[in-house]
């Protein structure tokens, strides 16, 4: 059975690319909400655990990062830094990009188990 590359290279699109779209509309609107700049966060992150250090992509990824930290985004910014990402994602296996999705969860887990 073939499997089909979705916006974002995940099987799941609204599990991942409507979020991402959603809240690239919510940048510099009045109800953007941490939820939504943590999906696009996130996007940044995946495309950074995927690509070779000092990759384009890499580089792109650390830009989108640091474009959301700023108190006032810039949406046409933020647009065409995920567009580019976006690009990269469409042709990566699907398991690579689930896989770069999982590792920062993995992470996080085992600290907790170490804390507690």
């Known amino acids: 059975m073939k499997k089909r590359l979705l916006p974002l ?3 799941n699109p609204i599990k991942t ?3 991402a779209l959603v809240g690239l509309e919510a940048i510099a609107k009045p109800w953007i909400s941490e939820n939504q700049r943590s ?3 996130a996007i940044g992150l995946v495309s950074q655990i995927l690509a070779p250090q000092e990759s384009f ?3 792109v990824a650390g830009e989108l990062i640091s474009a959301l930290e700023t108190t006032e985004p ?3 910014e933020i647009r065409a830094l995920v567009l580019d990402i976006s690009d990269r994602l469409q042709v990566q296996p ?3 990009v689930q896989s ?3 590792r920062p969860m993995k992470k ?4 907790a188990r170490t804390l507690a």
Do not use: C, E, Q
């Not at 996080?108 to 600290?111: P, T, V």
């Open 9 to 11: 290279g995940i099987k």
């Open 17 to 19: 690319a409507l979020p």
């Open 39 to 41: 999906d696009l966060l």
């Open 57 to 59: 992509i890499y580089v």
């Open 74 to 76: 810039k949406i046409d």
């Open 94 to 96: 699907n398991g690579r």
């Open 100 to 102: 770069a999705i999982d």
């Open 108 to 111: 996080n887990n085992a600290s």
